[in-house]
């Protein structure tokens, strides 16, 4: 996690060049990616999970910042139902902007836990966002009504990263495989065994498999943390 970008390499023997052009886009510091994390429909960005997986996913991918948010709905402590998902979609958008406006140059990466995740989506299908992926914690794949809802995953054209549960009720894995089939954007699935929908898994499996929890997030982090690269060096 720690070892230095190949390009620093390069710069040991281009330093004629690097004195001519100076810092260029391509720089180390502007491949550095932002990362702008959507909290789900229950807990705002203070939660718990939350702050862990931000720590998380900002160090393994090394970015510039997580920025994390508060919907309007959830804001100021209050605790109302979410509205509907695409309801939230212009305030989301409206981070993003002024999250490219900071970082002008680095590469942007969505994320989102559960409807975070659906929201960020919908976001990433805005040809004016630009992001180089997305991905999905724990995606709401199946609605309560037992809809299957993969309308804005056939229309995305980004990377999409899937990290789900085995054993997470609203995104049953033969689901899910059925519509990443159908999709036209490079997608991935990273499955958290015994996990739920927030990937907490039972001790008795923990035990079974001669685990723990921190290190089932471990794998699903650095599983994330791979994808991105590669969507970084196909850009």
């Not at 931000?54 to 160090?59: P, R, W, Y």
């Not at 065994?193 to 923990?206: C, M, N, P, R, V």
């Amino acid at each position: 996690m720690a070892s230095s970008p190949p390009s620093k390499r390069r710069r040991k023997n281009s330093s004629k060049e690097d004195d001519t052009n100076g810092s260029s886009s391509s720089s180390p510091e502007k491949m550095t990616p932002v990362l702008v994390f959507a909290h789900g429909a229950g807990a705002p960005s203070s939660s718990d999970w939350m702050v862990r997986w931000k720590d998380m996913l900002g160090k393994a991918m090394h970015t510039v910042e997580v920025v994390t948010f508060d919907y309007p709905y959830i804001s100021g402590g209050k605790r109302r139902a979410p509205p509907k998902t695409e309801k939230l979609v212009e305030f989301h958008s409206d981070i993003v902007k002024m999250t490219l406006a900071k970082y002008p140059g680095h590469p942007l990466i969505l994320a989102g836990k559960s409807m975070g995740s659906r929201v960020s989506c919908m976001v990433a299908s805005g040809e004016e966002i630009g992001a180089s992926a997305v991905v999905c914690l724990g995606y709401p794949l199946k609605g309560m009504s037992g809809t299957i809802r993969d309308e804005t995953l056939l229309q995305l054209k980004v990377p999409i990263m899937f990290v789900q549960g085995s054993k997470d009720g609203l995104c049953p894995l033969e689901k899910l495989e059925a519509v990443r089939k159908k999709m036209k954007s490079l997608n991935e699935l990273h499955v958290i065994e015994g996990g739920d929908h927030s990937f907490k898994i039972a001790k008795k499996h923990l035990n079974s498999e001669g685990t723990s929890q921190a290190e089932a997030e471990d794998h699903a982090v650095q599983a994330i943390a791979a994808f991105v690269s590669k969507a970084l060096a196909g850009r």
